[in-house]
Structures are given as structure tokens and as C-alpha cells.
């Protein structure tokens, strides 16, 4: 009976590795989601401190990648 209840308890661990695995990879598309709705909200809400931001961001983006 013992090696019964071994196999019972390997089983059930691999079914939840599986399921944490699962989340584990939902989580980072979550997580991903939840930035680009924030960061969209936050330009409908403050649209001239986003673009000035993204304005920025490409002109130090375009200076240290400048081709020469």
C-alpha cells in the first residue's frame, strides 16, 4: 500500500506543478495588460505630460543611437 499512496502524492504534485506552471505564464500577460491600460489612462489623462515624455525619451533614444 505504501508505494499506493507515493504514486498518489506524485500525481497529485505533478497536477499542480502543471497548474502553477500555468499561472505562472498567464502571469506576466496579466501583468503586461495591466501596464499598457495604466499608461493608456494615465495619457487620456495628462496627454501634454505623455507626449512630453515620449518627446524625451526619443530624443535621448535618437541621440545615443545615432549613427555616427
Do not use: H
Not at 19 to 32: F, L, W, Y
Request: contains cysteine; charged residues 20%.
Amino acid at each position: 500500500m505504501p508505494s499506493t499512496t507515493k504514486t498518489n502524492r506524485n500525481s497529485a504534485q505533478t497536477q499542480g506543478a502543471a497548474r502553477a506552471a500555468a499561472d505562472g505564464a498567464e502571469q506576466p500577460r496579466e501583468i503586461t495588460r495591466d501596464i499598457v491600460e495604466y499608461l493608456t489612462e494615465y495619457a487620456r489623462e495628462n496627454p501634454t505630460q505623455a507626449a512630453l515624455v515620449c518627446l524625451g525619451v526619443g530624443f535621448v533614444l535618437g541621440w545615443k543611437l545615432k549613427p555616427w
